[in-house]
């Protein structure tokens, strides 16, 4: 039994601080206890063998099966791309080449915050800004769950490195996150209840009290979070695009980018997107620096087409516009929409409960654990090495996607 360092991969904060115990194979986190490094340690792997129709087959026939599906397909989707740098660049080879289309697990949340970008531009903040800096955090509508630690870490901390005293932090939304509860006696915050309507008419009143000077907001809530913020010299806002109402969440990300921009005529605050969830930065960065283009692009034409809407997995499969979809998830066990009027190929964990569902299942390893990889931290600033910790045999998405593609080619 020995303690190691660790690099957690199960969400985009990529905690470095994390020790845990081995014993053999199993691993328990000796100083933290967030829940989603602990349910993920504990997976058990009760096999690992490739599926082919359900049936268990060894990893070359597998990869041999997938080529020839891609090489026959008239129309491929890769979604989910729950991977890492080298996935994703392996994938890119073969969507580029076989012109295929490309979104991922969190395209709907994700593709909001991109339209608003698009559209009005952004001021970006960092986590080590989130932690030492901010004088005022505004938070809306965000639990926490695809961040586990992120209240804990960067916005409640112990310490800060300029001993920073004095922090407001406001929470607007419907529910505070269950970190507050747990810690209100010792932690300070301000809560304004707001579902998704109200919320858009809270944005755009403060947004026309600091444009116009309009001494007519009444709402005492409105003035008094004026007042904090004309009182703030280094201020963060944090939204989270799932958590909104979805006819309306991108109506809101666009207010709240721009009310960063009506802020910074008198004083500075940026902001943090945290809708971060199975890496959908460390896949979108890779896809810009290629490519150019963010998630849901399609190369079908032989050159990059991005469109939001068009090339939604939901829509692609529900309306049967792909023939084959290849899903990726080296991380979880999230569940895949199956159409079985098309081919579905799953490229996942082995415990992975639909890999019995899928006309070919192939096992992978996860990333900081059975390989060593790169992925990007959710402020999208430090790209985080991980090192391989567990020894069993399963390959990463490259070394499948870059067998997967010299058979693809072979075949020609
Ligand atoms: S917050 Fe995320 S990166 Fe940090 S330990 Fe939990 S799952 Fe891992």
């Known amino acids: 039994m020995k303690n190691i360092n660790f690099t957690c991969p199960f969400c985009s904060l990529l905690c470095d601080d994390v020790q845990l115990e081995i014993k053999k194979n199993s691993f328990k986190p000796v100083n933290s206890g967030c829940s989603l490094l602990v349910s993920s340690l504990k997976k058990k792997i009760n096999d690992q063998f490739s599926r082919v129709n359900g049936k268990k087959t060894n990893i070359s026939e597998a990869i041999t099966e997938l080529s020839l599906m891609i090489k026959e397909s008239k129309s491929t989707l890769f979604t ?66 695809e961040l586990p630690r992120l209240f804990e870490k960067y916005i409640f901390p ?15 939304g419907t529910k505070v996150p269950k970190f507050f509860y747990k810690n209100k006696k010792i932690i300070n915050f301000e809560f304004i209840k707001l579902d998704s309507i109200n919320l858009l008419n809270f944005l755009s009143s403060i947004r026309n009290s600091i444009n116009f000077e309009t001494k007519e907001a009444k709402d005492k809530r409105i003035l008094y979070l004026l007042d904090i913020l004309k009182k703030t010299n280094y201020g963060s806002i944090l939204w989270n695009a ?7 969440s991108d109506v809101i990300i666009n207010e709240i980018n721009l009310l960063i921009q009506d802020l ?13 969830s199975d890496h959908v930065l460390t896949v979108n960065e890779v896809l810009l620096w290629q490519t150019g283009f963010p998630i849901r692009t399609s190369f079908a034409n032989g050159f990059p087409t991005h469109d939001t809407n ?33 081919k579905n190929v799953l490229i996942g964990i082995p415990s992975h409960p639909q890999k019995n569902n899928v006309d070919i299942f192939i096992p992978v390893g996860t990333p900081g654990l059975d390989h060593n990889s790169h992925l990007l931290r959710v402020d999208k600033v430090v790209s985080m090495p991980l090192k391989k910790i567990r020894n069993i045999s399963l390959p990463s998405v490259d070394q499948i996607l870059n067998k997967v593609k010299e058979g693809v080619t072979d075949d020609n």
């Open 242 to 248: 799932s958590e909104f109402q979805n006819d309306i």
């Open 264 to 276: 910074n005529k008198f004083t500075r605050f940026s902001g943090l997107s945290l809708s971060a």
């Open 158 to 172: 112990k310490k800060t490195i300029n001993n920073l005293k004095k922090r407001k932090v406001i929470f607007i």
């Open 310 to 342: 068009q090339f939604s997995t939901k829509k692609l499969i529900d309306n049967k516009e792909i023939d084959l979809v290849v899903w990726i998830n080296s991380f979880n066990e999230k569940s895949i929409v199956i159409n079985k009027k098309i």
């Open 80 to 145: 989910g791309m729950a991977t890492d740098i080298k996935g994703t660049k392996a994938a890119l080879n073969i969507i580029d080449k076989y012109k295929c289309i490309v979104d991922h697990f969190s395209g709907d949340s994700y593709s909001k915050n991109l339209k608003s970008m698009q559209e009005t531009g952004g001021f970006f903040l960092t986590l080590s800004e989130l932690k030492n800096r901010a004088d005022t955090i505004i938070i809306f509508q965000s639990t926490g769950e």
